[in-house]
């Protein structure tokens, strides 16, 4: 992994797995993510299942981490086992 000169311009090259993430900003996958959970989870997101969501993708526990930071600094936050996310 490596990051370029802004925040959160991290991009995930580590295993041939992530290859398909090659060229793409992190942020804009969060971004992206943001939105379908919004959607599926009408606000809030159980901890542990976003967890195995990134495990899934075989990013890991770290980007889950990196997931869940970016949503604080978008005004959600972690609350009994949940990340509440950010409103519209």
């Not at 770290?62 to 997931?67: G, I, N, P, V």
């Amino acid at each position: 992994m490596w990051k370029n000169e802004s925040n959160f311009g991290v991009f995930y090259e580590e295993r041939a797995v992530d290859l398909i993430f090659k060229g793409h900003c992190l942020e804009d996958f969060f971004e992206d993510m943001l939105k379908d959970l919004s959607n599926k989870y009408r606000g809030k997101v159980d901890l542990e299942v976003l967890d195995l969501y990134f495990d899934g993708l075989e990013l890991g526990r770290k980007a889950s981490q990196d997931f869940r930071d970016w949503i604080s600094e978008k005004g959600g936050y972690e609350k009994n086992g949940y990340l509440v996310l950010p409103e519209d």
